[in-house]
């Protein structure tokens, strides 16, 4: 019996990176979360806070990541109207020069 945590039977004294703390085991985090994670699966993932670092795979979204101006991240199949999907999979919003019943394909106006 480990007198601080256990990982992969060993003792430690803390859990390693990319692991999270249940009881006084540390378990691996999913394959898919890069930063750590706050429990098991990939929707525990830890995020960054740099919004250009994210990328809709590392969200956990087939598709396309739609990220709220309060953060909350939702998985949708197409980019809500007067949003576009950039490089990375992450719905951005239309310029202002683009009328939102027509939407755009991208960043510019064209």
């Given at each position: 019996e480990c007198s601080a945590f256990s990982y992969e039977g060993n003792c430690v004294s803390s859990c390693p990176s990319l692991t999270y703390l249940n009881g006084a085991v540390c378990n691996d985090c999913d394959f898919n979360c890069k930063y750590g994670c706050s429990g098991p699966g990939a929707d525990n993932c830890d995020r960054t806070n740099n919004i250009l670092l994210t990328t809709a795979d590392t969200l956990g979204c087939k598709s396309f990541a739609d990220i709220a101006t309060n953060n909350v991240?939702?998985?949708?199949?197409i980019c809500p109207l007067g949003k576009y999907a950039d490089e990375k999979g992450i719905c951005r919003q239309c310029s202002s020069l683009c009328p939102i019943e027509y939407g755009c394909s991208g960043d510019g106006y064209l």
């Open positions: 991240i939702t998985c949708v199949e």
